[in-house]
């Protein structure tokens, strides 16, 4: 889905839905930064005795995602997310979800790529800042953890 450009695209064009199908959800959030996208596949070193070479095999073990940091956010339905983070902290094992990253192009008019968070649960919420004395807007900002993830 991506496209070869010489620009990268620019930041404050992340949408987020939460638990819809991949490409189509409604998006319940949108946020200014995501950090954390990505996996880590671990390698054990392994030489059996009858080796005829002295250095070891490499193979493929498992995988890990790291967590996911969505910050500088709105969320539009909050009360998806309170359900949400009520039934993870209340030990419900089927509240596990799937999310949605969509980064929109600079117009708005398209997904320039999309990350599929599979299995995933939010650990850690932080409302905004409340001053009556700023101009600041409110932000938010949520911490996933998923078990997959895929890039469309």
Not at 96 to 120: C, F, G, N, Y
Request: with cysteine.
């Amino acid at each position: 889905m991506a496209t070869k450009r010489d620009r990268p695209y620019s930041q404050f064009n992340f949408l987020v839905s939460i638990d819809g199908a991949p490409g189509n959800a409604i998006p319940e959030a949108a946020f200014q930064e995501v950090s954390g996208l990505g996996t880590e596949i671990t390698v054990a070193e392994y030489r059996p005795g009858n080796y005829p070479v002295n250095s070891s095999m490499k193979m493929t073990g498992t995988f890990k995602i790291p967590d996911v940091t969505l910050k500088r956010g709105v969320f539009g339905e909050l009360e998806v997310l309170h359900n949400w983070m009520r039934a993870v902290r209340d030990g419900n094992v089927n509240s596990r979800k799937t999310v949605s990253i969509k980064l929109q192009s600079e117009d708005h008019t398209s997904t320039v790529q999309e990350w599929v968070l599979k299995e995933a649960r939010p650990i850690k919420y932080t409302g905004p800042a409340l001053s009556a004395k700023g101009t600041d807007v409110a932000i938010e900002e949520l911490v996933l953890a998923c078990e997959n993830m895929d890039i469309l």
